[in-house]
Nanobody
Framework: QVQLVESGGGLVQPGGSLRLSCVGS????????MNWYRQAPGKERELVAF???????KYADSVKGRFTISRDNAKSTVYLQMNRLKPEDTAVYYC?????????????WGQGTQVTVSS
């Protein structure tokens, strides 16, 4: 059974930091691109960052220079280090795994973790 389990969300003051973790199981983690998405109330889900199996990374302009995505394939875990957090970073953050397989696009989602940035 495929699972993606996020953790690390919470309430933090503006300017603070959080580190999100997402542990995958039931699939070949190293072969998947790992994405972090977020969805704020009343807004569409947006891609925050991704990391390929070869550790190539890309970030949304809104988080560039503040967030860092990384992965540990031995632990089947992807991380999102979030620094200098702003109130507009408040959202539910979702982990996503994606790969093109012989049968088509394979994609899995976690349940989400709430991040609230507020004083």
């Amino acid at each position: 059974q495929v699972q993606l389990v996020e953790s690390g969300g919470g309430l933090v003051q503006p300017g603070g930091s959080l580190r999100l973790s997402c542990v995958g199981s039931g699939f070949t983690f190293a072969g998947y691109v790992m994405n972090w998405y977020r969805q704020a109330p009343g807004k569409e889900r947006e891609l925050v960052a991704f990391i390929t199996g070869g550790n190539m990374t890309k970030y949304a302009d809104s988080v560039k220079g503040r967030f860092t995505i990384s992965r540990d394939n031995a632990k089947s875990t992807v991380y999102l280090q979030m620094n200098r957090l702003k109130p507009e970073d408040t959202a539910v953050y979702y982990c996503n795994a994606e790969a093109v397989t012989m049968t088509g696009l394979s994609t899995y989602w976690g349940q989400g973790t709430q991040v609230t940035v507020s004083s």
